[in-house]
């Protein structure tokens, strides 16, 4: 079973940066595609933010300009910079694989059944 270990979210202030790390139980390399979801209390996961092998990049709307993922492989490591935070910002972030060509939106859903216990991101001043 794939094991996802989020860490690095925190309370900050209105305007300020975090930067999140991923770290997977297998080699993220044979994955073409990682990326970075929320979850606020009431509302849906959504993807925030995804990344291709060959460094195509997906980003929520809401966070073009603000957030960028990257990826390590060599460290089994995905990362989300994050900008100019706001308050709705704040969630429960989770990293997973989703099923994306690399092209146009990414469809729903995840590859990996299993969820890590994620992040938390507070932006609150």
């Known amino acids: 079973q794939v094991q996802l270990v989020e860490s690095g979210g925190g309370l900050v202030q209105p305007g300020g940066s975090l930067t999140l790390s991923c770290v997977g139980s297998i080699s993220i390399s044979s994955v073409f595609a990682m990326g970075w979801y929320r979850q606020a209390p009431g509302k849906q996961r959504e993807l925030v933010a995804a990344?291709?092998?060959?460094?195509?990049?997906y980003y929520l709307d809401s966070v073009v300009g603000r957030f960028t993922i990257s990826r390590d492989n060599a460290k089994n490591t995905v990362y989300l910079h994050m900008n100019s935070l706001k308050p709705e910002d704040s969630a429960v972030y989770y990293c997973n694989a989703p099923q994306w060509s690399g092209f146009g939106i990414p469809p729903r859903g995840a590859l990996f059944g299993s969820w890590g216990q994620g992040t938390q991101v507070t932006v609150s001043s």
């Open positions: 990344v291709t092998t060959g460094t195509r990049t």
